[in-house]
């Protein structure tokens, strides 16, 4: 393996885990700080440091298989999620 295609694979790891620690990360702030909630998308994925609320709503979706707005709804809900 060259070095070029090592610093891709760790790039790729390293973007997987910072992914899975921001989306850990919104949904315990979500349960645990209700007020949170009432952030728009936009802001909660700055404040998570995504660039954009897109590329926060597309992994979130991939990773819960649910959009993070109809998450918030059925938090705000009490539903079963």
Same mark, same amino acid.
């Given at each position: 393996?060259?070095?070029?295609?090592?610093?891709? $694979?760790?790039?790729? =790891?390293?973007? %997987?885990?910072?992914?899975?620690?921001?989306?850990? #990360?919104?949904? @315990?702030?979500?349960?645990?700080?209700?007020?949170?909630?009432?952030?728009?998308?936009?802001?909660?994925? $700055?404040?998570?440091? =995504?660039?954009? %609320?897109?590329?926060?709503?597309?992994?979130?979706? #991939?990773?819960? @298989?649910?959009?993070?707005?109809?998450?918030?709804?059925?938090?705000?809900?009490?539903?079963?999620?």
């Amino acid at each position: 393996m060259n070095d070029s295609t090592q610093k891709c $694979n760790f790039r790729q =790891y390293f973007n %997987a885990y910072l992914n899975t620690l921001r989306l850990n #990360e919104v949904i @315990h702030m979500w349960k645990s700080r209700p007020k949170t909630r009432q952030l728009s998308i936009q802001e909660t994925a $700055n404040k998570l440091g =995504y660039s954009t %609320a897109q590329s926060f709503s597309k992994n979130f979706q #991939e990773r819960y @298989h649910i959009s993070p707005t109809y998450f918030l709804k059925r938090l705000n809900d009490d539903e079963p999620i």
